[in-house]
């Protein structure tokens, strides 16, 4: 049984695990050396592998990039900067595409063209970072005069087709041109709720590689995003079709997010799977196992056969093919056929075939989200630090065992509702973000970092919006935090002291405010 002795051990262990981690490059970045309308599906085809032009050198840039990234356990400051370096692409519209995470949470951007002695300031205008890709604008486009866009075939390369990857890999200052062949093509998952087509060739990729150009013949296939850890010659490319699906949906100025179907299905192989379901053998295709939604108007139920996507057949492993020698996961011809927020679909439902128009939208919304692009909101409270659930807060797990393990125990809802939906009765999870303050009003408590607030005298807390307003207007002598855990104790504080001690806490900790503006808001509303 854990003890509130070991759960306190545990934080204290975890904080401690926070305090003294490094910050870490973001993956395929390199550090910065010292100073010197939905498209039709895309045909497969050979791509032409023909001589190399002698200009496409000049629609390569390298990118500096200082990132100040949030810091989930101190939210009311920013991490440590660092800087980073990868590449970039001249495409049309005088911009630069590169990948998300060598401009993520950039506070200065400069570009460098191959052979050149000057850096160009340039400004991120457009971000996708599920799919991992963004756009940058030049502060002197007069740039652009002597460095063309680079042309994007319109095909999907070929299994064995041969390619080249332009880039600026960590080793060196000039630009590198790495020699290949297409090993794979497949439909896989960026993040936890986008799916996207991923191409895999041996041409190696290395931090600094991330946001260059693979070509085959004389235009680009696609950008370099990733290299598979602790192997060689193993690099992944973002393909074109991706890439125009980014630039359509950020036409307007604003990233809406790719449509996503988030039924759950799966295979159709096994035989007495095939009796229980009265199938016979000319059924193909994938069985629903976990429908979105189960209200009665929802068009999938359990045990619902998918035998089409718009016209296209699914075969029992739950693919579709796609061209000559190619198959995908039948979720790739979502992102075509989806039209209005409705995914055609056919399906067999109890010996009967029909057709259903199926919801999807851009992206699932989790419980515990990823800030996006953002900072933490927090809210001080006397020596206590209140802050949302977030993806980036539970990095302190994936990098310990131990917590994940103890925290499963305790059954919190940071490991039990890792993939749920918010509803109306819990939008998010408020978290106690940081180690309390060292304050006389929380002597005899355990360390409480990474405990979820369940409710404060006895009102469940929907959000830490709700959290800061039920804070506000309680008029009880008494505030009683309960946790939401498995074993563990409770907290019971005086309000007012709370309340006249925030002040010093933010005084001694050098913290410039109680809230970020937000909470604040909802703080003054009183």
Known sequence: MITLRHFAALAIAASSLIATAQEPLPPGAAPMAAPMAAPAPVPVQPADAGPIPANLE??????????????????????????????????????????????????????????????????????????????????????????????????????????????????????????GIVSRIEFTNYSLDTAGLRIQIDAAINPGNSGGPVVAGDKMIGLAFSHAANTQNIGYIIPNEEVELFLRDVSDGRYDGKPAFVDEVQTLENPVLRTFLNLDKSVEGAVVQGPALSDASYPLKEWDVITRIGETPIDNQGMVKVGPGLRLRFQYRVQQLAKNGKLPLTIVRGGKTMEVQVPVTAGRKLLIADLDGGYPSYFIYGPIVFSRASAEFLSFMANSSNAMSAYSYIK???????????????????????????????????????????????????????????????????????????????????RREMVDATEGVLSDNGIRSQGTGDMLDIWAKK
């Open 58 to 179: 000049n629609s390569v840039v390298k990118v500096f990039s200082t990132l100040r990234r949030p810091d989930p356990y101190k939210p009311w400051g920013k991490a440590t900067p660092i800087e980073v370096t990868g590449s970039g692409v001249v495409i049309d519209g005088k911009r630069i595409l590169t990948n998300a995470h060598v401009v993520g949470y950039a506070s200065q951007v400069q570009i460098q063209a191959s052979q050149s002695g000057n850096k160009v300031s340039a400004t991120v205008v457009a971000v996708a970072r599920d799919m991992d890709l963004a756009i940058l604008k030049l502060d002197d486009e007069s740039f652009f005069a002597t460095h063309p866009p680079l042309a994007r075939a319109a095909l999907l390369p070929s299994v064995r087709d041969q390619v080249f990857a332009y880039g600026f890999p960590t080793g060196g200052a000039s630009l590198s041109i790495t020699k």
């Open 412 to 494: 919190s809802p940071l490991v039990t509702r890792r993939g749920d939906s918010p509803t109306a009765e819990r939008e998010e999870l408020v978290v106690v973000s940081s180690p309390f303050f060292p304050h006389k009003l929380t002597s005899g408590y355990s360390n409480r970092f990474g405990s979820v607030i369940y409710s404060i005298n006895k009102v469940p807390v929907r959000s830490l919006a709700h959290l800061v307003a039920l804070l506000r207007d309680s008029k009880d002598e008494m505030i009683v935090i309960h946790f939401d855990q498995r074993g563990g104790e409770n907290m019971v504080v005086r």
